[in-house]
């Protein structure tokens, strides 16, 4: 019963909005934190957005390594958070029978995998830690 209600759709789940609103919300934690993540994966210096974000990151001095989510916003940013997200829809409106708590759990963890292995790519691709 517990392995059929842990992979079966949960009540919550029969709401229309339900899956859309998770996305969301699991895009809105994603958007909050992703300078933390930058920080984690690049020890560039940003802080969380209410504490001055970039202001300390390494962008601003003059001698590399400089983060490339920051000095790169378009194809270094941008594109992670971008992955982030897509990984997110994708665990939360594939279409199998799972339960929403489930599929909560996944979208939230993608953040910090997804996140973390693109901007692990990223970084060794510009070679930011030589």
């Known amino acids: ?11 919550l789940s029969e709401f229309r909005l339900a899956k859309p609103a998770v996305l ?24 969380s957005l209410w504490s001055g974000a970039a202001e300390a990151c ?13 000095a790169h916003p378009g194809w270094g940013g941008a594109v992670a958070f971008f992955s982030v997200t897509v990984s997110q829809a994708v665990a939360v409106f594939w279409p199998a029978t799972i339960n929403l708590g ?8 993608a953040f910090p995998v997804v996140g973390g292995g693109v901007g692990l790519i990223q970084g060794l691709f510009i070679g930011y830690w030589n």
């Open 58 to 70: 390494n962008i601003h001095h003059a001698a590399p390594p400089h983060c490339p989510w920051c």
């Open 1 to 11: 019963m517990v392995y059929k209600r842990l992979l079966g759709e949960s009540s």
């Open 24 to 47: 969301a919300a699991a895009g809105a934690i994603s958007g909050l934190l992703f300078v933390d993540l930058c920080d984690a994966i690049f020890g560039c210096g940003c802080f």
């Open 102 to 109: 489930v599929r909560i759990a996944l979208a939230l963890t």
